[in-house]
């Protein structure tokens, strides 16, 4: 679960079957249901059994991949991906590609996740994209159609911050 993204009819079946072992019957008599199969999900810190959803495990250990290429990019692993899927940028900024390896459609199915939860640390802003990339908290980018002055196409956070004075470049901004 954590290398492959499982279909969804696989982790149905297997969800089947846990919920006939717990639920089924026996010489025609069903099992008594302690817990309605719903609470069951509940973690058992809040009075359930903590099963987990399959489909959003299976997801979470996707991202669990993709957060640990993220963050160990010298590892073997790490290094294998860049070079073959994505030499020139960042794994969240790649695509999919054609012709890819189970492997990587799965862990590429995961990175809008990892997205969707992540949030960059300014720093620099040498490597931040200004429209692509998620570095405000709480707020959606959209893609402006307005002249701005930066000297890119795809301009970075590096370019609104003046580094001798240590502050935002007030006249880009406004």
Do not use: H
């Amino acid at each position: 679960m954590s290398v492959f993204k499982l279909p969804k009819k696989l982790l149905q079946e297997i969800n089947l079957m846990m919920e006939k072992f717990w639920w089924g019957s026996r010489n025609n008599k069903l099992k008594i249901q302690w817990k309605s199969w719903t609470r069951m999900g509940v973690s058992k810190k809040d009075g359930g059994l903590g099963f987990r959803d399959l489909e959003s495990f299976n997801k979470a250990m996707l991202a669990k991949q993709v957060w640990r290429v993220l963050n160990n990019p010298n590892s073997l692993v790490a290094q294998l991906l860049k070079q073959k899927y994505f030499k020139r940028g960042s794994i969240l900024n790649t695509k999919k590609g054609t012709n890819s390896s189970l492997v990587w459609q799965s862990l590429w199915s995961s990175i809008e996740l990892i997205k969707a939860g992540s949030l960059w640390r300014v720093g620099s802003g040498s490597s931040i994209s200004i429209w692509n990339d998620k570095w405000v908290k709480n707020v959606v980018l959209l893609q402006l159609n307005l002249p701005i002055l930066c000297s890119s196409r795809d301009p970075t956070i590096s370019e609104l911050i003046d580094e001798g004075e240590c502050r935002w470049k007030k006249e880009v901004l406004d």
